[in-house]
């Protein structure tokens, strides 16, 4: 393959500088469409998407199961074959980034603010319903609940979660650094459609990538925008920021989404190497003081306890899991859509923006550190993660220490939970500057995942050019910020989310051709992998 096989075609002039005209042209067109129908018509976008969501998940929600452990399964088999060996580059370059900043910004932009958002949330949830409990296995709310309880969390935030992430962020990388092909969508799937990528299939691929993206960074943003009201309120206590059901207000959600957006542009404008990179880090060390908080004041024993068996319960479980599709019209069905189905369809809405930001970063790295680091690490992160502050939880309402406080603000205002799992934690200062902490964390963990879906988005409009022009980069954060806004005020996250497991389907698509088209490219391209990179 060479370079020139493949020319995403960019406009010379004019305000689309850049950029490929009819990608830009038409992601602005599906994107002002949903922006105008919710906020003119919010209860039929509402009632549209609804009835669209329920048909769609009623047809596939088995597809998604099996597709996304098969994307999972394609990464390891990968990743352990003799080509895990070649670089993501010259086979003699050496990585553009050390490994702690390359996993701060992968961590960052994949799971942060859903871990800040689900961390207790997910499994005090599923401790009062789980599949276990909706077959008789064990009863709701009761020590022998917790296992089952941490045992769907960590499914939902475990291998498959970032096995989706790796196989869109490792086909754009292969086929960028190794082939010199443009570090975007439609280059993954050149072995299988060659240059008619150059014309309006290469377009389709492209504007499919792209509002999935949107949809998916928005519906991250609007369950960041959720929490950290519910914090500040938490913190201030002034009651102006939530309503009588102690759930954020309209205008309490616009004001900070907007000041959030305004602070993701500036930093999207910063580029990859300032704003992006030492945000990933400011990240990484107030998650690493959170958890510090709650490993030193929590149920710290039990905690430990509960990641050792939590962990074992998860691997032996995990093959039956990733193979399960319940019916929806049951109430096992209903349970798997409303969580496992919208987790997968929510990483295959955000794989094109994680998996090209990875990419991006990833130069230099062998595909095995590139798919067993970008899945194994964070994994542990996120079981330690949820084993601690959920674990902490868990303990407290297992023990009667809570009363249901914790249970009940769950169930009212999940975003609040974490900020009462402090709170119960009785630390006095330490705990309000814990809390102050946490708030200034979902701050920067929401500049984070926006800015860097804006350079994403322009990235793939610009045909790979990672650093395309500033005005770009304010127009696609306004609109993401449009988008995200006019969705939480028609119907909240739940309009979001719907609307981003429809737009999720599509790319999911590509995302299995992109396995077919690496897996192709590999066994033709690299016979000798192993001794070409024998010296790395």
């Known amino acids: 393959m060479q370079n020139n096989q493949l020319n995403v075609p960019?406009?010379?002039t004019g305000l689309y500088k850049g950029l490929n005209t009819p990608v830009t042209l038409l992601s602005k067109v599906i994107i002002a469409t949903l922006v105008i129908y919710a906020a003119v018509y919010p209860n039929k976008a509402v009632e549209v998407l609804g009835d669209l969501?329920?048909?769609l998940l009623a047809r596939f929600n088995s597809y998604y199961i099996y597709a996304v452990t098969a994307m999972l399964l394609f990464c390891l088999y990968v990743g352990c074959s003799r080509f895990g060996r070649i670089k993501l580059g010259p086979d003699h370059e050496a990585a553009e980034f050390s490994f702690f900043s390359w996993f701060a910004m992968l961590f960052s932009a994949g799971m942060g603010i859903g871990l800040m958002?689900?961390?207790i949330g997910e499994p005090i949830y599923h401790f009062q319903n789980n599949p276990d409990i909706i077959r008789g296995l064990v009863p709701g709310s009761s020590a022998e609940t917790v296992p089952s309880a941490m045992r769907f969390t960590l499914l939902h935030w475990g291998l498959h979660a970032w096995g989706v992430y790796i196989t869109a962020g490792l086909a754009m990388a292969y086929f960028a650094y190794r082939h010199n092909l443009p570090l975007t969508i439609r280059s993954t799937l050149y072995p299988l459609f060659?240059?008619?990528l150059n014309g309006p299939l290469g377009h389709m691929v492209d504007i499919i990538a792209v509002v999935a993206t949107i949809l998916g960074v928005a519906s991250t943003v609007g369950t960041g925008v959720s929490q950290l009201v519910s914090g500040i309120e938490f913190i201030g206590g002034s009651g102006l920021l939530v309503d009588d059901s102690g759930k954020p207000t309209n205008i309490a959600l616009v004001v900070v989404l907007g000041l959030i957006m305004s602070l993701s542009i500036l930093s999207a404008v910063t580029g990859v190497k300032r704003g992006v990179k030492w945000l990933s880090h400011i990240n990484m060390?107030?998650?690493?003081?959170?958890?510090?908080?709650?490993v030193a004041f929590g149920s710290t024993l039990y905690a430990f306890k509960l990641f050792g068996s939590s962990l074992a319960?998860?691997?032996?479980?995990?093959?039956?899991?990733?193979?399960s599709a319940w019916d929806t019209n049951s109430d096992l069905g209903q349970w798997q859509t409303g969580w496992t189905i919208l987790y997968w369809a929510w990483w295959i809405a955000f794989a094109p923006f994680v998996g090209l930001f990875l990419a991006r970063i990833s130069r230099?790295?062998?595909?095995?550190?590139?798919?067993?680091g970008g899945i194994l690490v964070p994994t542990l992160m996120c079981f330690i993660w949820m084993a601690f502050l959920g674990g902490s939880a868990l303990e407290m309402e297992t023990s009667g220490q809570t009363g249901g406080l914790i249970t009940e603000t769950v169930?009212?205002?999940?975003?609040?939970?974490?900020f009462v799992t402090l709170e119960q934690l009785d630390l006095g200062l330490l705990g309000q500057i814990s809390a102050i902490g946490a708030v200034i964390l979902i701050v920067t963990y929401l500049v984070t995942s926006a800015d860097s879906g804006v350079l994403v988005l322009n990235t793939i409009m610009a045909g790979g050019n990672t650093d395309p022009a500033t005005r770009h980069r304010v127009i696609w954060g306004v609109a993401l910020t449009l988008v995200a806004g006019s969705l939480m005020l028609a119907g909240g996250l739940t309009a979001i989310q719907k609307a981003m497991i429809i737009g999720a389907l599509p790319f999911s698509l590509v995302m299995l051709l992109m396995c077919l088209s690496l897996a192709k490219a590999l066994w033709r391209h690299e016979p000798n992998s192993v001794a070409a990179t024998a010296n790395t």
Do not use: K
């Open 10 to 12: 960019l406009a010379g």
């Open 53 to 55: 969501n329920s048909s």
């Open 117 to 119: 958002f689900y961390a």
């Open 194 to 196: 060659g240059e008619r």
């Open 285 to 294: 060390y107030l998650s690493f003081a959170l958890l510090g908080i709650f």
């Open 313 to 323: 319960d998860y691997l032996v479980h995990m093959p039956a899991l990733s193979f």
């Open 364 to 372: 230099g790295r062998t595909i095995r550190e590139f798919i067993l």
């Open 411 to 418: 169930n009212t205002n999940i975003g609040a939970s974490l």
